[in-house]
């Protein structure tokens, strides 16, 4: 699915989060909630060039939802409307969901991919060996939120010990948190540490793109939308997740050149 920068800057691969699980048309208008929705956002930001799309799904109120019914329809949209897109389902517990939830919607989807906070999955310590060898077994790829060092050192802890195994190396660095008024700042970045695995990064407000292009001239991945962000670096909104990627692709153009 990707790689990172070798030696030489090359277009990191783009993951679009077109919605995410707090916000609400309230927020934007054009914040894609519904089945249909998602997959023409999907469609416009694949065309703008993303590589692939951090799914969340919604229920029937437009509530964040680990339903494994909704991910299977809304998974089998995607293939038939965008089958070159590659798609992360997300366990974004969202203070909703316990780790049983989480364990039964991998389980119960299957997904090829899917996104696992580190310190979700800590709440339950008899299942986390289960998650990770649930994912190993059916083929499920896992790429590790991280928020902080604490969350690394969990995370290095339980691959030291063989709880996560050892192809199991992927990770999203989180610049912040989900917070109102969240701004990320590029030295948000030199909290983590390097990485040999492949890594990508996802940050809020108005820096998003800012902090992106120097994830990108340091080798990472990106992941860009309005789970995260919805305006540009001068404050205003974007139309939509297409016209943020569409953007981002530009300001890593400038830098490939």
Not at 83 to 105: K, L, N, R, Y
Not at 113 to 123: K, T
Not at 151 to 172: F, I, M, P, S, Y
Not at 190 to 217: I, K, Y
Request: charged residues 25%; proline residues 5%; glycine residues 6%.
């Amino acid at each position: 699915m990707t790689a990172n920068a070798a030696k030489n800057f090359s277009r990191p691969y783009i993951l679009v989060a077109p919605n995410g699980a707090r916000r609400s048309r309230r927020d934007h208008p054009a914040l894609p909630v519904t089945t249909d929705e998602i997959v023409r956002a999907a469609r416009n930001c694949h065309a703008a060039s993303a590589n692939g799309v951090h799914l969340h799904v919604r229920d029937a109120d437009g509530n964040h939802t680990l339903d494994a019914g909704l991910y299977g329809e809304t998974l089998a949209e995607l293939q038939r409307a965008v089958p070159e897109m590659d798609v992360q389902i997300t366990t974004e517990a969202a203070g909703v969901f316990d780790v049983p939830s989480q364990f039964e919607c991998l389980q119960q989807v299957q997904p090829e991919w899917a996104s696992i906070s580190v310190r979700e999955i800590a709440r339950d310590s008899d299942l986390v060996p289960r998650v990770y060898a649930l994912c190993a077994d059916q083929g499920t790829r896992v790429q590790h939120i991280l928020y902080d060092m604490e969350d690394v050192r969990l995370l290095e802890n339980w691959q030291a010990e063989g709880v996560v195994k050892a192809d199991q190396t992927d990770r999203l660095l989180v610049l912040g948190r989900y917070s109102d008024g969240q701004q990320s700042v590029p030295s948000d970045l030199d909290v983590f540490p390097s990485s040999p695995h492949n890594w990508m990064v996802c940050a809020f407000g108005a820096q998003e793109h800012v902090c992106l292009a120097e994830t990108a001239r340091r080798g990472g991945d990106v992941r860009v939308g309005f789970e995260n962000s919805l305006t540009a670096p001068d404050g205003t909104s974007w139309a939509d997740n297409a016209a943020s990627v569409a953007a981002l692709v530009e300001t890593l153009g400038r830098i490939e050149t």
